[in-house]
Nanobody
Framework: QVQLVESGGGLVQPGGSLRLSCAAS????????MAWYRQAPGKERELVAT???????KYADSVKGRFTISRDNPNKTVYLQMNTLKPEDTAIYYC??????WGQGTQVTVSS
């Protein structure tokens, strides 16, 4: 079965950085598009970034220039490097194999 396990969330001050990781199993990872979504309290779920198996990347306007999605195909891992974090980035972040599976989510809190 498909499993997506996120790690790397936590509490960080505004302007700080975090790197999220997502370890995948049960899928042909190198051929799978991967994505990060987030959901803040009281708000709708938002697509943050996507990366195809061939490395084509898209970002939400709200994170362009601050977040970087990347993937390590041999290790079946996708990353989200988050820099210059803002309080409005506070949310649960989910790793997603679109149309296949979601991870359990990891909390990111940006606060002083």
């Amino acid at each position: 079965q498909v499993q997506l396990v996120e790690s790397g969330g936590g509490l960080v001050q505004p302007g700080g950085s975090l790197r999220l990781s997502c370890a995948a199993s049960g899928i042909i990872f190198s051929m799978s598009a991967m994505a990060w979504y987030r959901q803040a309290p009281g708000k709708e779920r938002e697509l943050v970034a996507t990366i195809t198996g061939s490395g084509v990347i898209k970002y939400a306007d709200s994170v362009k220039g601050r977040f970087t999605i990347s993937r390590d195909n041999p290790n079946k891992t996708v990353y989200l490097q988050m820099n210059t974090l803002k309080p409005e980035d506070t949310a649960i972040y989910y790793c997603v194999a679109p149309g296949v599976s979601w991870g359990q989510g990891t909390q990111v809190t940006v606060s002083s």
